[in-house]
Structure formats: C-alpha cells, structure tokens
C-alpha cells in the first residue's frame, strides 16, 4: 500500500529533474544571516509600533510624557509629529500598498490594531517599556466588525461582477434537475503566520536608502517606498536574499516600510524595526471570512446539469479586496448551466490580502463539500461522481485544457490509500471508541505567468553566476534556478551560483501566484541561451573556454534577458521595473487561454472519538500532477507542506473575532492553532508524471499553491463519512460533533 | 504593544517595582502612563555578567530586561537563533543552556552568570556538520528554514533527553517548535537518521 508513496527524498518520475538538495542548505542548518532581519546595520536605533486598542473612533489624547523621560528613549511619534508620506493608492488600482489607510496620518481609528504611535529607542527593551509609559484616550464607536455587523454595507463593485461566470440556464434546468444539493459553508478568517516576523530595517546614506524587510517582491517594495516618500526609486534598494516564509502575507507593501524608512530620515539614524506577533495580526493582510451557497442539480446517473456558487466576502471600508474564486470553481466539472456571483461586505476591518491559494482554499472548499453531498445524495462513489462529471474544456467558454491529469491522480491516490476499504454508509467503520471516515476532495491551481528578467555572467573558470531579483519562500525557487541554468548550459549545478532577493539584481516576478519557477526559470532558461549563443551555440568546458575568453578578449562575458509570457509584450517588463504586475499573470491577471492548471486528488482518514469527539488525522494521501517537475525533493515538499495547512484549515485554524468591539481574540501563537508535529502522523505524496509542452517553454505549472487545495475538504468529506454530520463552517472541532451518538 | 482603552488604575503603579519578568508579562495589559514619581522606581539596571557562549568566554554588562534571544541579535551578533514570538509559543529561539533547551526569548541574560549557552552557529565542529545537521539536509527537513535553527537545538535535545524512541515520541517531543512550512514528516524523518550518531 505504501509502494508508491515517495521518501523525503523522491526517486525522480518521468519529466521529473534531479532531487538535489537544496542550494543554501548548509546555510540554513548552520544558521547563517540570509534573512532580512540578520542583515546589520551600523548603530540602529530601534523602533517598536504602539497599537490601538480599539477597532473604531479617535484618539483624544495621547500622552507620551513618561515614555519620553526614560533614558534611552530618542523619539515617540504620533498623528502630531509623524514624519509626511506621500498618499498611494491600494495595489490593484494602480498604486503599492496593501492597504491605502495611512498610519499616523491622523486621530481617527479606522480598524482594531492600528498604528498609534513609533517609539524610537536605543534598544528594544527600553522600547518597549516606554511604550507601556504611552497613555491614549480614546473616544470610542462600536464597528463593524463582520457578517451581519449593523453597518456592515454588502456592495458588488463592477470589477467583481465583471468576474460572474454565466453558462446555459442555470434557473430552468436547476428546476428541473431529478437530484438537487443545495448548501451553505464558511471559512473563518485565517492569518499567514509565517514564522519569520515581518521587520523593516532602514539606513540613509545621503539620498540613498537601504531597506531590508522580508518582501516577496523586492522590485515593488523598492519602487512603493519611494512612491510614498516622494523619491526616485534609483534611490532605493532593497535587501532580502531569504524569506522566512510568507503564504502571501509578504507580498505587497504595508504602510509600516515607508514609514519606518521616514523615521530614519527624520532622526538620521539606522532604525531596525520588529512588528511584534500579535501586532502582525493587523498590520499586515489576512484572509478574511468567506461564505458561499452551492446549488448542484444533476441527473439519477450522476451527471451534473445545474450549478450556482454565490460567495461573500469580508473587506475593509477603504478598499475592495477580493479573491472570486469562482472563476475555479465553475469551470471545474462537465455541467451546462452555470450561474455564480460574488459580493463584498465592507466592515471596520484592516484590508484582506492574498494567503495561499487566495480564491481556491475558500471556494474550492465548498464546491467539494457540494459535490461530496450530491455523490451521497446519488449513492455514488465520490471519485465515480467526479469522473462522471470530467471535462477535457471549460463548461463555461469551451476552451479546451492545455493538460488535465485530475482523473490519473484520483486513480493514483485511491490505489496507494486503499479507498476501496471505504464504506459508503457513514458510521459504518468503527475501531474500539473510535468512528473511522474516509474522503477524497480535487485540488487544483491555476498556471499564471508574470514577466521575468535575468542575467548571467560567465567567467574562465566555466564558473555561472545568475542573478535574478526573484525571491525563495522556501519554495527551492534558488535550488530550481540552478538546476534550470546547469541543464540550459549542460554544466554540472555546482558551477553555477543564484543571486536572488535584492533589487541589484533585474527584476523577477512576485513570488506569488506559484509564478516563480515557470517565470523567473523561463528568464533564466533564455539568458542561459543567450550566453549560449555568444559562444557559438554551447558552452565549452576546459582549456576551450579560456581560448573562447581569450578570443573575445575578456574574462568576463555577461548576458541579460527579459522574458515575457505569451500574448504580453514590452509594457510587462517596463511595469516589472516599476514594480507592478501589469499586464501579468498572477490572481488578478487576464487569464490566458486555454485553461492551464495544475490537479491533484486528495484523500483522508479521520478518527473521531466516540466519548470526547477528539479528531485525528492519521493519513492523507495527494496525487498531484504539475507538469514538468524540476526537483522533486523541493517540489515533494511544497506538496507535504500544503497538505499539511490544508490539515489546519479543516481542523485547526481560526482567527477568532470580537464582534462587538471587532477586534482579534487568538493573536499569539499558543491560541491561533496550526498544524504541530503531533498533529500530522502520515502524509503520502505521489508525483503524477505529466507532460504539458503548451504552458511555457519549460512546461513547468505552478505547484506551491496546489496541495493546500482539497484538503480541508477531503478530511470535512471524512467527518461525515465517520459521523453522518456534515460540518459545513470550518474549522471543524470537537464542539460542532457533539450530537454525534455515541 | 497594544494600546487599550485606559483604565483608571496603572497596572505598572499597582505592581510597582515589580521583577522584570512580570512587567514583560504586561505587554498587552490595560496599561496607563505610571506618575512620573515611578519612573525612577522603574529606571533600567545593569548588570555585569560572565558566561560561556559557543565555547568562548563572555563578559557582559546588560541592561536587567535584556533576553538572551535580543542579546544574540543584536549585541552579541549571532543572528541564526531566531525570533518567532517572543512569547515561549513557538520554538524559534531554542538554544541550549548547560546541555538542555531552552528558549532564548524567555531568558534574560543578567540570569546567565556561570552557564554555558551554544546556539546553532556553535553546534557543529568548524567544517563539519553535527548529525543533527546533516540529517536535516539529507531529509529535506525544512523549507523557508526559518524555524530550522531551533529545531535542530530541540532536536538535538531530545535525542539526548531520550525522547526519540519512536515516531509518536518524536513528534510529541518536537511539538514544541512550530514549523509553519509544515517539515514535519521530514523533520521525524531527520531525526530518526541523526538518533543513532549522537
Ligand atoms: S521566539 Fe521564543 S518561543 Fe518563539
Ligand atoms: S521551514 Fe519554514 S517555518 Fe519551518
């Protein structure tokens, strides 16, 4: 039953490269600098954030006076004295940040956790004991904090119904349909939390300013900074070879860079600054509540002949963030008639950004819980049901798929988990005190594609150096562009060198939207060619090379290159030098057709206690099938880390939310719950092989995002087959099956 | 640090020159500005301390709130032991003080006098990696490696605690450091490799 499941490190299938380890594996196990925070500065001054203790209303007064008198405090800033940032606009109308409200830039409070005040001292402990000296009074309103919040506004901007996907007649033949589901799920807020605390270090010399921070987009945060300080983004540059893992909450700038980079400014001083964990819960994104109703008709034999997903989501009064996830969702199975619709509802709230899989975790969540009800409700096997309803094409245009390995990954993962041992009846499998449930769920992400720029240098010794200013979120995204330069130029990896995360080097796309090895390699794979080219075609090795050196009378031959992906031209990369996805891929960029996504089926097994209703998790098993693999060992891993957070999703994660003062509950990590070593006893990964020559000249999909995709639905499938309670609002706990009989 | 809604008492002034440790624990509390008569009662201390640090000798005179996980980042330089909370919740910042763990961001340095710290950049032996090392490399054992430098000080310890017999073990004892990657078949994987070379 094992047989297939792959070790940490993989034998490679087919269209697979090699499993090296990664590039900075030693300095990761040795605990070198690589991340921004380690990075020092001369003589920093230290700045620690006061936040607000309210979500809505204004500050009366705010008094500093004891903060100030102790020792080693140089400077507390407030609305009165912060240093002036120039306005920008939210990311997706045109602008940087990630938030457009303005921090310090007045009385008023607009969200729970909102900066109030920057102590400046000469360290942190001195930091943070004034700020504990700082008194506000408040003049408080009640918010808004969620769904159902008097004053909570439900708006469909144009933009987002722009995104309503519509096919056949969906009311007519959902009348019609022998076989209806029609349900309604939720998921809670959640929080990236990524380990690594978001930070900005800050020094001036001269004009020029050097950030360090945490950044899945290094060429962004350089050009916003200098937007919001009204300076020539020449000026800037940032540094952060290594990212402490994001999930997307690194992604785009907050307020809190230019700010801190004023602050340096203003005191003339190096200034390092830590966003405490708690604090990290407001200022920076999340991923806010979502809700949604499904309604699925189908005919006694299982083909699906009606479908509607409407969902809700939660923002702030300032900007319109949202994911819409069904553009997935309704181009998922063979169906007809297809009607879906999303809505905002506008809280006092700070504003939602992209976390993992931003539109498929919620949406696709609740189609396969949908489609699990309605295989129940047909008395069918849910992997039956799903090959049933199958399509090679976009029900909604027609487009045909580039590839589409669903169904071999669902027949991979059955064999390998023995889903033939599932009984259909729920409650039907019991262990001692223990109700046994089996659920298998689809997981899918779309292939985006962002413009990319890199060069190489070459030099005598046959030694490469690629520089690319795209970043490593613990993705492999360094470990890939080597392997990616050593098979180009047919060169033993140990040759070539990566230089990432820091914006010296040309501009790489947003370490978002699983982009990075398909764009960021694409670049490298055509200035690997490039250099290729000046040397007759191929690179020779030894005494050769240093003849071709000296015939082009150089020791050093350098080549730079901009890839674009199809159907985007020049504009893309001039908007990459800015900073911008313009004209590229990503959540919010033009779908290119055909449809190109990655698949994979999961499935799981939970045990629910019969007395205290305690869940476990024993196994989950994922085939996913992502088109050319270029390490499986790294690519292994995204696969287990997913799935993994898919496990917190379904059983563990939560953002608990005051409602009436709207403010977060479980801001620490001992009370928001993720996925422990002791949760997560066996988790089988099958790499799918899978050829797809049209997604891009490496044929590579994105597969960071993939695995976190179905799962949550697959072990909420698992609860009812162990229980016969369906837990439509995740997570599901303990509480929510106390009816259960035991 | 988060402000809220004062309240007429002065959580600082009713503890008044409370120990360190509890006025840390106060971070999110209720706070209001203390009169100015308690600054002075609440003015910083030094104190000189000596303590063994990756094998070296080293003498410090440290302001009394000072951690041993800010010392290393800052004053000290020794980055790879990491922050992660700063609240005992995630395992980040765990070194090892005379042999067992510990977690950096819950000790303060004016408390190190006599003991003997290594941290990550002092566990292997110049060029070559400790087991523990090595087998988080051969094992994929992290990601982003961020949590990385204080899984490998638990895991080291719990080795030698004797709490790595089997898988279920592993995991219990390793559970104490968060890894939001989500390594942790691997990180088993890594210690079943190292257990018997340690
Ligand atoms: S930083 Fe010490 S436990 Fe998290
Ligand atoms: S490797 Fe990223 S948190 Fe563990």
Redesign the interface.
């Known amino acids: 039953m094992m047989a297939e499941a792959t070790?940490?490190?993989p034998e490679p299938g087919e269209n697979m490269g090699k499993p090296l380890?990664?590039y900075?594996?030693?300095a990761?196990?040795?605990?070198?600098?690589?991340?921004a925070?380690?990075l020092?500065l001369p003589n920093p001054a230290i700045a620690?954030?006061?936040?607000?203790?309210?979500a809505r209303g204004r500050i009366l007064q705010i008094?500093t006076?004891?903060?100030d008198?102790?020792?080693?405090v140089l400077k507390i800033y407030t609305h009165l004295n912060a240093p002036r940032r120039e306005v920008t606009k939210h990311y997706t109308e045109g602008g940087y940040v990630s938030d457009s409200a303005v921090p310090l830039g007045g009385p008023d409070i607009v969200n729970d956790?909102q900066i109030?005040?920057v102590v400046v001292a000469e360290?942190?402990?001195?930091a943070?004991?004034a700020?504990?000296?700082?008194?506000?009074?408040?003049e408080?309103r009640s918010p808004s904090a969620t769904f159902g919040s008097a004053g909570a506004a439900t708006i469909q901007p144009d933009a987002l119904a722009a995104k309503s996907k519509k096919a056949g007649d969906f009311a007519g033949a959902y009348a019609a349909a022998p076989v209806k589901i029609d349900a309604e799920y939720s998921t809670p807020t959640m929080h990236?939390?990524?380990?690594?605390?978001f930070s900005t270090a800050a020094a001036w010399n001269g004009e020029r300013l050097t950030v360090h921070e945490p950044s899945q987009f290094v060429w962004q945060l350089k050009n916003g900074v200098a937007s919001a300080l009204g300076i020539d983004p020449e000026n800037v540059e940032v540094r952060d070879p290594?990212?402490?893992?994001?999930?997307g909450s690194k992604g785009m700038m907050t307020q809190r860079s230019p700010l801190i980079a004023a602050i340096a400014r203003d005191l003339r001083r190096p200034i390092r600054n830590?966003v405490?964990?708690?604090?990290g819960f407001t200022l920076a994104t999340y991923r806010a509540e979502t809700r949604h109703r499904l309604q699925l008709g189908a005919t006694r034999d299982g083909k699906l002949t009606a479908l509607s997903h409407e969902g809700w989501e939660v923002t702030s009064r300032q900007d319109d963030y949202s994911v819409a996830g069904i553009e997935a969702t309704t181009e998922m199975y063979a169906c007809p008639n297809i009607a879906s619709k999303v809505s905002l509802v506008k809280a006092d709230r700070n504003t939602p950004g992209f976390m993992r899989s931003p539109p498929e975790t919620p949406y696709m969540y609740a189609l396969e819980a949908a489609m699990d009800e309605m295989a129940a409700a047909l008395a069918m096997d849910p992997v039956e049901f799903r090959r049933i309803n199958d399509t090679k094409v976009s029900p909604v245009t027609g487009a045909p798929y580039t590839s589409r390995s669903l169904m071999e990954c669902y027949d991979r993962a059955a064999a390998t988990f023995g889903w033939n041992r599932r009984k259909a009846e729920p409650m039907a499998t019991r262990e001692g005190d223990w109700l046994i449930g089996y659920g298998c769920a689809t997981a899918c992400y779309p292939t985006s594609m962002m413009a990319a720029t890199a060069r190489a240098i070459l030099t005598p010794s046959g030694r490469v150096e690629i520089q690319i200013a795209a970043h490593?979120?613990?993705?492999?995204a360094y470990t890939a562009m080597q392997q990616i330069a050593a098979r180009e130029l047919g060169v033993d990896p140990r040759m070539v060198s990566v230089r990432m995360g820091d914006t010296a080097y040309p501009p790489g796309p947003v370490a978002g939207g699983s982009m990075t090895t398909a764009s960021a390699g694409s670049a490298v794979k055509l200035v690997c060619d490039k250099l290729k080219q000046r040397l007759g075609g191929a690179l020779p090795s030894g005494r050769e090379l240093e003849q071709a050196f000296d015939r082009l009378g150089t020791r050093r031959i350098e080549e730079y290159a901009e890839w674009t992906p199809p159907g985007q031209g020049k504009e893309a990369v001039q908007a990459l030098y800015k900073g911008q996805m313009g004209g590229g891929g990503g959540a919010e960029g033009g779908k290119p057709k055909p449809l190109m996504y990655a698949f994979g089926a999961e499935f799981a097994e939970v045990r629910i206690h019969r007395l205290t209703r305690e869940i476990r998790v024993p196994r989950l098993t994922g085939a996913f099938a992502g088109g050319h693999i270029v390490n499986p060992?790294?690519a292994?891993?995204?696969y287990?880390?997913g799935m993994?957070?898919g496990l917190?999703q379904a059983l563990l994660e939560q953002t608990e939310l005051d409602e009436l003062r709207g403010r977060y509950i479980n801001d620490?990590?001992?009370e928001y719950l993720?996925?422990?070593?002791?949760d997560?006893?066996?988790?089988d990964i099958i790499m799918v092989p899978e050829v797809d020559s049209q997604v891009n000249p490496l044929g590579v999909k994105g597969i960071g995002e993939l695995a976190n995709v179905g799962t949550a639905a697959a072990i909420a499938n698992a609860v009812y087959n162990a229980t016969g309670k369906r837990i439509r609002d995740l997570p599901v706990t303990m509480d929510k099956l106390l009816d259960v009989p035991a | 640090?988060?402000?809220?809604?004062?309240l007429p008492i002065s959580r600082?002034g009713f503890i008044g020159g409370g120990a360190v440790a509890i006025?840390?624990a106060?971070?999110?509390?209720?706070?209001?500005?203390?009169?100015?008569s308690a600054?002075d009662q609440?003015?910083?201390h030094r104190a000189n301390v000596r303590f063994t640090l990756n094998g070296r000798s080293r003498e410090l005179t440290a302001?009394t709130?000072?951690?041993l996980l800010?010392a290393l980042?800052?004053p000290l330089?020794?980055?790879?032991?990491?922050?992660?909370?700063?609240?005992g919740?995630?395992g980040?910042c765990t070194v090892h003080i005379d042999g067992s763990r510990h977690l950096a961001c819950f000790t303060l340095v004016a408390g190190l006098e006599g003991r003997e710290v290594t941290?990550?950049?002092g566990?292997?032996e110049g060029d070559k990696?400790h087991p523990m090392?090595?087998a988080?490399?051969?094992?994929?054992?992290?990601?982003?490696?961020?949590?990385?430098?204080g899984q490998?000080m638990s895991a080291v310890a719990c080795v030698k605690e004797g709490h790595a017999r089997t898988?279920t073990e592993?995991?219990?004892y390793?559970?104490?450091?968060?890894?939001?990657?989500?390594?942790?078949?691997?990180?088993?994987?890594a210690v079943k490799q190292a257990r018997g070379k340690i």
């Open positions: 070790p940490p490190v380890p990664r900075e594996a030693r990761k196990v040795t605990g070198e600098p690589l991340y925070d380690d020092q620690l954030f006061v936040t607000s203790g309210i008094d006076a004891a903060a008198a102790l020792p080693g956790g109030v005040a360290d942190f402990a001195t943070r004991d700020a504990h000296r700082i008194a506000i009074r408040y408080e990236h939390n990524p380990i690594e605390l290594f990212v402490g893992g994001a999930f830590v405490l964990r708690d604090q490593d979120v613990g993705t492999g060992r790294t292994r891993s995204q287990l880390g993994i957070w917190g620490n990590l001992a993720v996925a422990v070593n002791a997560v006893p066996e988790v | 640090m988060t402000q809220n809604t004062s600082r006025s840390a106060g971070l999110n509390a209720r706070a209001e500005a203390a009169p100015a600054v609440n003015a910083p302001d709130r000072l951690t800010d980042r800052g330089a020794l980055p790879g032991t990491k922050k992660g909370c700063d609240h919740q995630c980040a941290t990550i950049e566990l292997a990696l090392q090595q988080f490399i051969d094992n994929d054992a992290f990601q982003c490696g961020y949590c990385t430098p490998i898988d592993i995991r219990e390793m559970s104490g450091n968060i890894c939001r990657c989500s390594a942790y078949p691997n990180i088993v994987a």
